[in-house]
T-cell receptor
């Protein structure tokens, strides 16, 4: 079974802090994704990566950056956290190939105070 | 306009009361429609992929079907453990997934 592990289930930070969310997958997947999930808005794509050191903006990249130095690890960075970034953050991975599903981690619930 | 619309937003069923969830989409060049189940506080869990109109997939009490404009997730004789939010997502061309907002299902004993 595919396992996608997010480093923290719950995280509380203060406005202005630099925040790192980590995600590791164990299936040698090429593609990795970061989403945020908010009530009434559903899942929205922040950034994704098709390969090591590659990154592509999703629908809502503002205020975020990412890093993919190794194939199995994809980090989401909040450069200067703000209260409107309080959310559930979900990481996913998938292999290249027609119709391959994305596999998700259990999420990090981030609160910015 | 949303490309993926799920209805109803919430559905309450009695145990054993069959029903269907709907996912309508407006994308052209569909390269896959995905159904996920999400339990509270957890990430989405993959259920099915459908590729073309007329296709059907089944798993236990769940059956997913696809037409050119929508997909249905039929739940037959549901049990309380089927309670979850069900998410639909579509892939258009070689792009990333677009998710609907989900249907929250509650099955009462």
């Amino acid at each position: 079974d595919v396992k996608v592990t997010q480093s923290s289930r719950y995280l509380v930070k203060r406005t202005g802090e630099k925040v790192f969310l980590e995600c590791v997958q164990d299936m040698d997947h090429e593609n990795m994704f970061w989403y945020r999930q908010d009530p009434g808005l559903g899942l929205r794509l922040i950034y994704f990566s098709y390969d090591v050191k590659m990154k592509e903006k999703g629908d809502i990249p503002e205020g975020y950056s990412v890093s993919r130095e190794k194939k199995e690890r994809f980090s989401l960075i909040l450069e200067s956290a703000s209260t409107n970034q309080t959310s559930m953050y979900l990481c996913a991975s998938t292999s290249t190939g027609e119709g391959q599903p994305q596999h998700f981690g259990d999420g990090t619930r981030l609160s910015i105070l | 306009e949303d490309q993926v619309t799920q209805s109803p937003e919430a559905l309450r069923l009695q145990e054993g009361e069959s029903s269907s969830l709907n996912c309508s989409y407006t994308v052209s060049g569909l390269r896959g429609l995905f159904w996920y189940r999400q339990d509270p506080g957890k990430g989405p869990e993959f259920l099915f992929t459908l590729y073309s109109a007329g296709e059907e997939k089944e798993k236990e009490r769940l059956k997913a079907t696809l037409t050119k404009k929508e997909s249905f997730l039929h739940i037959t004789a549901p049990k309380p453990e089927d309670s979850a939010t069900y998410l639909c997502a579509v892939k258009e061309g070689y792009s990333t997934l677009t998710f609907g907002k989900g249907t929250m299902l509650l099955v009462s004993p």
